[in-house]
Structures are given as structure tokens and as C-alpha cells.
């Protein structure tokens, strides 16, 4: 990448303080609307810093697939499932979330010390960094990994049908007697008669 | 100065940390979907980390994360929709009601 030092290592720098302080807002902010929208930001410094490492078509996918399609779902989920609920206290959570604490704490400086300590073979500064990625990777994909190239192909279309089998309403076919109009919808909560919330979405009749 | 392996890795594990954190101390089921996602990109920039520095002419690294990218979306489309089903069963997100499972 013929962009200078300081700069690289500032903009590393940056994007790294953006990345680590959007994870804890993720984390630790109590309006989980605002943690979907740090998420997003997580999402793009990773992009960036994936650019600063000579990817440029995994950081355009990064883009695409995280900002794009998981992040957007991830609003739709929380739209879908918005209640404003007031989680009823549990006695000694204090202890469960300070040993989490601890323990992280411990894991992230054990991987510290091994980041640092380990001898990392790095690639000699004479070897040339691939300039066109998308047409390494292609042959990657129809070479080497052609199996597991096809076999995501056929991931995905498994978790496309089991999300929508998931998701989906039990169906109730409607009673004798009742207009289907063109507006409603064709599906009824299973609990249709106990709950109040299912009485909302009743087809009117 | 240079931008070097150690840097990517040890963001990545601060990263790796905080997700595992929120993974186990949110109560909230999106926010620990959430917390899923976060691992899987400190993951994917370790992997582009090694990708750069340790193995620049073969890339194989990236070819990973695209891997690593795809079973992320399929996780999230089906997390998401068990979510959504135990929230029509249960009528809340509380992690700490869904105790189904418990013996």
C-alpha cells in the first residue's frame, strides 16, 4: 500500500480507538437501539482497518454483508421483539458480572502476553503484497476451496429455509363465515384466544 | 513506526474480550447476538492480520474471512429467527427467563 507511515499508523490508530470504543458502547450501553447503531460503526472502522491491511475486496464484502444485511436485521429484530421491559433483578448478578469482568480481563492479558512473546515468522519486506486480491481470491475459490466454496452455497440456502421455518406462524385456516379481505393477513397467532396481544392481530372480521 | 501483526492482534483480542463479556453478562438475547457478532470480527481480523504479515503472495487469509463471513450471515438469519420464536412463546428477551433447559 504506497500510503505513508505516520499516516497508516495514525489512521490504525484511529480506526482501532473508534473499533474498541464502539465494542464497549455495544456492550455496555443500556438503550439497545444505540448498541445496534455502535454495532454498524464497529462494523465500518473493521473495514477500514481491513483496507489498511491490503484487503480491498474483503472490506468492500465487510461493508456489504455486516452493515448491509446482518446489521439491517438486526434492527428488524429488535423492532420485532420491542418490548420495554424492566428485567426484574437477580440477587448476586453483581458477583456473576464482576468474575466475567475478571476472567476477560485475564483472557485478554493472556493473549497478550502471547501476542507479544511469540516469535511471528513475518514475511520478508522483499515479498510483494498481491495488488489485484479479487482475482487471488477467485482462484482461491476454484482451485483449492471449491469444495468448501460450494458447500457455503449450500449453507446458506439450509439457513435460509430454517430461518423461515423458525420465524414462521403455525397457520390457521380461517373459520366458515368469516371475509377474507385483501389486507389481512392469512395467519393467526397459535395462543388467538388466551392472549392480548394476540387479539391485536386478529384479521378483523 | 509501522503498522505491525502485534497491533492487529492485540485490538483483536481487546475486541475478543469485550464480545465475550457482553456474551455473558447481557440480558437482553439481540444484545448477546450481538455479542456473537463482535467474536466473530475479532476473529476475521486475526485472520486478516496473519493474512497481511505472514502469508502476502498466497492470501489465503481473506479467503478465510469470506468463508468466516458467510457463516456469520447464516448465523445471524437463524439466530435471529429463534429469537423471534422463543419471544412469541415466552413473551420476553429476558436471557435469564429462558430457562427451558434447565435441570
Not at chain 1, 516469535?119 to 486480491?133: E, F, H, L, N, R
Not at chain 1, 403455525?170 to 393477513?185: N, R, Y
Not at chain 2, 476475521?44 to 497481511?52: E, P
Request: glycine share 6%; charged share 10%; hydrophobic share 55%.
Amino acid at each position: 500500500m504506497n500510503i505513508a507511515e505516520g499516516v497508516q499508523i495514525v489512521s490504525f490508530g484511529i480506526l482501532g480507538t473508534t473499533m474498541l470504543a464502539a465494542a464497549l458502547g455495544v456492550v455496555l450501553l443500556s438503550n439497545i437501539v444505540y448498541s445496534a447503531f455502535l454495532l454498524g460503526g464497529v462494523f465500518v472502522s473493521m473495514a477500514g482497518i481491513y483496507l489498511l491491511l491490503n484487503a480491498d475486496f474483503v472490506a468492500a464484502a465487510q461493508i456489504l454483508i455486516y452493515v448491509g444485511a446482518i446489521n439491517v436485521l438486526i434492527l428488524f429484530a429488535i423492532m420485532l421483539v420491542n418490548k420495554q421491559e424492566d428485567f426484574s433483578a437477580v440477587p448476586k448478578r453483581w458477583i456473576r458480572n464482576g468474575a466475567t469482568a475478571i476472567v476477560c480481563f485475564g483472557l485478554f492479558a493472556l493473549l497478550g502476553t502471547m501476542v507479544l512473546i511469540t516469535p511471528w515468522s513475518i514475511a520478508p519486506a522483499t515479498a510483494v503484497a498481491v495488488q489485484d486480491t479479487v482475482v487471488e481470491i477467485g482462484k482461491h475459490f476454484f482451485s483449492d476451496y471449491l469444495l468448501p466454496f460450494e458447500l457455503a452455497s449450500v449453507l446458506l440456502l439450509m439457513a435460509m429455509v430454517g430461518a423461515i421455518i423458525l420465524a414462521r406462524r403455525d397457520f390457521i385456516p380461517e373459520q366458515l363465515g368469516v371475509q377474507q379481505t385483501a389486507l389481512t393477513l392469512p395467519e393467526q397467532p397459535r395462543e388467538s384466544s388466551a392472549g392480548s396481544i394476540a387479539s391485536d392481530e386478529m384479521p378483523s372480521s | 513506526m509501522h503498522v505491525q501483526l502485534q497491533y492487529c492482534l492485540l485490538i483483536a483480542a481487546a475486541l475478543f474480550c469485550t464480545g465475550i463479556y457482553g456474551l455473558i453478562t447481557s440480558r437482553n438475547a439481540v444484545r448477546v447476538l450481538m455479542s456473537i457478532e463482535l467474536l466473530l470480527n475479532a476473529v476475521n481480523l486475526n485472520l486478516m492480520g496473519f493474512s497481511n504479515f505472514l502469508d502476502p503472495t498466497r492470501i489465503k487469509g481473506q479467503v478465510f474471512t469470506v468463508f468466516v463471513l458467510t457463516v456469520a450471515a447464516a448465523e445471524a438469519a437463524v439466530g435471529l429467527a429463534i429469537i423471534l420464536a422463543i419471544y412469541r412463546n415466552r413473551d420476553t428477551v429476558d436471557m435469564e427467563k429462558f430457562n427451558l433447559l434447565k435441570w
